[in-house]
């Protein structure tokens, strides 16, 4: 849907011309996944499929919500005073949205009129690729714009993270509004979430791109086991900091780690921290390999962070390890792997250009045949954060 059709929709809908358009992009992780709550490093990027908003204010104090997507024609609203998160199944969506008022005005800031917003996406629903995130930080970036409000785009972030954990109820890192509030175009972005500091690489593959394949297996993290492996990593740390002087997984190399797990002493309890211990590490090899040009050496360290996910974290299942080694075994495919929390959702490949087609049908089918229905494949283009489409 394009602007025009955006604000044609948008008339139709609330019988007023929408004024602005805003556009807020989802995100994929190149490498770095389930560390980002461990205190460690995560190496995500921006893309082109996100969340548009179309904007128009009102005299009074109310917010009113149309999304394109839902799957009823009713208009939502609450009063820019409500604080309580809905509760009603058809209306809980609205959360995402009201969650970023709720952190704004709890941090001091103003809000003297309401307004219409439609919004549309463009993200697959449970694909992965961080649909809620994308809609908060384009809350996030409407209200500062519109409202002029001196708020920093971290701390959007951060508020972004805190309606996750606050008033959704998903115990998650920050990864996902990062990933989307900083996004920048062509480049990945490495955060140590242990510190907050960040850098830019320009995500340079040459004759490859990446591919997302998207499991069409929707995912709900909160109904899935996200919140029991983040308290298990939390109990393995508690468990080390018995013998070690440290805050965070984050914080250990392979060695280190290996020379105490006897301090923890549980079988999946060690996997779990394992899988965050060394995946903190291959992120740093892969930043490095992407600085060296050394995409064989990248590629392989994004196969081991899926195997890593799969056996020792846990969180993949059939149809992600399905197209993972079904990529691995394409020609002109690097490295392949799940994204995001798992339990479905979306992999990505990183597949050599002039092989791109073949690649998709080649998976495609083998996907099809062994699970019953067709995965999606997208391929992704870095952007820019959160902005205003002129």
Not at 350 to 372: A, C, M
Request: charge should be negative.
């Amino acid at each position: 849907m394009d602007k025009n059709q955006l604000l044609d929709q948008f008339k139709q809908v609330f019988g007023v011309n929408g004024q602005r358009v805003y556009f807020s992009p989802g995100r994929i992780n190149i490498i770095g996944e389930h560390t980002d709550y461990n205190g460690g490093n995560v190496f995500p990027c921006a893309i082109s499929l996100g969340t548009y908003g179309v904007y128009v204010p009102r005299s009074d104090k109310q917010i009113r919500l149309y999304s394109e997507n839902m799957k009823n024609d009713d208009i939502e609203s609450f009063e820019i005073g409500d604080l309580k998160p809905e509760t009603q199944a058809k209306s809980k969506w609205i959360n995402y949205f009201k969650g970023m008022v709720v952190q704004l005005l709890q941090h001091g800031y103003q809000f003297d009129h309401g307004f219409d917003l439609l919004v549309y996406g463009n993200l697959p629903y449970g694909a992965g690729l961080s649909s809620s995130a994308s809609i908060e930080l384009l809350m996030g970036y409407i209200l500062k714009h519109e409202f002029k409000l001196d708020v920093e785009q971290l701390d959007l972030v951060k508020f972004g993270q805190k309606v996750e954990n606050d008033f959704i109820g998903l115990n998650s890192g920050i990864m996902d509004q990062f990933a989307v509030g900083m996004g920048k175009k062509d480049n990945a972005i490495l955060l140590d979430t242990n510190t907050m500091e960040y850098h830019y690489y320009p995500l340079e593959l040459n004759d490859y791109i990446v591919v997302i394949m998207n499991t069409n297996k929707e995912h709900s993290l909160i109904d899935s086991k996200y919140n029991e492996r983040r308290e298990q990593t939390e109990e393995a740390l508690r468990r080390l900091q018995k013998g070690l002087d440290i805050k965070s997984l984050g914080e250990l190399d392979e060695d280190t780690f290996d020379q105490h797990t006897y301090l923890i002493n549980d079988d999946i309890l060690i996997r779990r921290a394992r899988h965050a211990v060394i995946e903190n590490q291959r992120t740093l090899k892969a930043k490095q390999a992407l600085l060296d040009q050394d995409l064989v050496t990248l590629g392989h360290l994004i196969n081991a962070s899926h195997i890593s996910l799969q056996y020792d974290y846990e969180v993949s299942g059939k149809e992600l390890d399905t197209l993972a080694s079904t990529a691995w075994r394409q020609p002109g495919v690097l490295g392949a792997r799940m994204i995001g929390g798992g339990f479905g959702g979306s992999a990505i490949a990183i597949v050599k250009k002039d092989q791109v087609e073949t690649f998709k049908k080649n998976v495609g089918d083998t996907y099809k045949k062994e699970i019953g229905y067709a995965a999606e494949f997208y391929n992704a283009e870095i952007v820019d954060g959160p902005h205003e489409i002129k």
